[in-house]
């Protein structure tokens, strides 16, 4: 058994559906964001960084950080082909654009949602959060010319669809990401109607 640490509309969503697609055991323990559990002792001997998610493998090892823990996920469930041939051009590809995802997209996340993380007592927090949106509309949209063409960003189905589908949720006002990112987007419902993967998608992305 497997045990995803997070809470929902979160990062743990990509872990999730990774999960769910591969078809492995796993519980999903609640950490309420809202409430702040994420600073509390209980979930910090379990990532001392105190953010999530955070997964508790079969064996009992924690592996924190999103994309490692779905190149875990992909490793421990290879029948699953949540990656693209080992060695092949496309597992290059997958490993590149999920290293820029979680490097030059994730990080500038939570300066939107928590400018004043960011800004000196007395600064323009609204101003702050302006210029991280723009910092992702310009990596999503970098994202978005190289998929031209393409139906999924690595050739075939892989976790890097989930993640990429998973940032299309956050951050910018869906007028604009509907009008600007049309490939991610499609994308995104692509990955939402996915028979393992829809009902993670609803618990998370289209709650009432």
């Given at each position: ?77 290879p029948q699953a082909r949540l990656l693209p041939p080992l060695g092949s051009p496309a597992r290059a ?11 030059e997209v994730y990080p500038i996340v939570e300066i939107v949602d928590y400018p004043e993380r960011f ?90």
């Amino acid at each position: 058994m497997y045990t995803l640490y997070g809470d929902l509309g979160s990062g743990a969503f990509s872990a999730e559906a990774a999960l769910a697609e591969a078809g492995a055991p796993y519980a999903f323990e609640l950490v309420s964001l809202e409430k702040n559990e994420q600073k509390q002792p209980a979930f910090l001997a379990i990532n001392p960084s105190g953010k999530m998610p955070a997964l508790r493998l079969a064996e009992g090892e924690i592996v924190t950080e999103s994309a490692a823990i779905l190149l875990t996920i992909a490793d421990h469930f290879p029948q699953a082909r949540l990656l693209p041939p080992l060695g092949s051009p496309a597992r290059a590809k997958a490993y590149r654009w999920l290293a820029f995802m979680a490097g030059e997209v994730y990080p500038i996340v939570e300066i939107v949602d928590y400018p004043e993380r960011f800004a000196p007592p007395g600064c323009d927090v609204e101003g702050v959060r302006r210029i991280a949106r723009d910092r992702i509309r310009e990596r999503l949209l970098i994202v978005e010319r190289m998929m031209a063409g393409e139906t999924f960003l690595a050739g075939g189905f892989s976790i890097l669809d989930i993640y990429a589908a998973m940032f299309s949720r956050w951050s910018l006002e869906p007028d604009w990401k509907e009008a600007h990112l049309p490939r991610l987007m499609a994308l995104a419902r692509s990955v939402s109607r996915r028979p393992a993967i829809g009902a993670v998608w609803k618990r998370h992305f289209q709650r009432k």
